[in-house]
């Protein structure tokens, strides 16, 4: 389990049947805006668009994808899909990031791919499945 609170510590949790322990704390800057995570591989969303991976049992960083690479705005959602990291953005768009290849795969501007949404994206479901046959 991962949590994220307006100020302080991303926080790693590993439970059990009979109890929650605090397993690491990652510093954070306080501009997160939503968190994902595997059993690996913790990743955040930032408000200015960037992006963190974070490694769940050292907590060290693995990768940051820097400002403006997926987004102009604020990511407002994510999914981490190994390989793949799908983020919503108050840009109106998503995209589909490689995370081994560090290349973005795909951006879909919510105007055109999700006409039924005229405002910015505030969560989603990803399926490689679905978003391969797109």
């Known amino acids: 389990m991962v ?21 690491r704390s990652i510093p954070a800057d306080n501009t997160e805006t939503c968190i994902a995570m595997d059993q690996l591989k913790v990743v955040t969303g930032y408000h200015d668009g960037r992006v963190g991976v974070w ?5 060290r960083c693995l990768k ?3 400002v403006g690479m997926l987004h102009t705005g604020a990511i407002s959602d994510i999914v981490l899909n190994d390989p793949d990291i ?3 953005s108050t840009d109106g768009t998503l995209s589909l990031f490689d995370l ?5 795969r795909r951006t ?3 105007s055109s791919a999700v006409r039924s949404h005229r405002e910015h994206l505030t ?3 990803y399926a490689y499945t679905f978003m391969s046959r797109l």
């Open 100 to 104: 081994y290849a560090s290349v973005c």
């Open 64 to 66: 940051r994808v820097p």
């Open 86 to 88: 799908v983020t919503a």
């Open 3 to 23: 949590t994220l609170a307006v100020k302080g510590p991303i926080q790693l949790w590993k439970t059990s049947d009979t109890k929650v322990t605090l397993h």
């Open 123 to 125: 969560t989603m479901f």
């Open 55 to 59: 490694e769940f049992d050292r907590g």
């Open 108 to 110: 879909l501007r919510a």
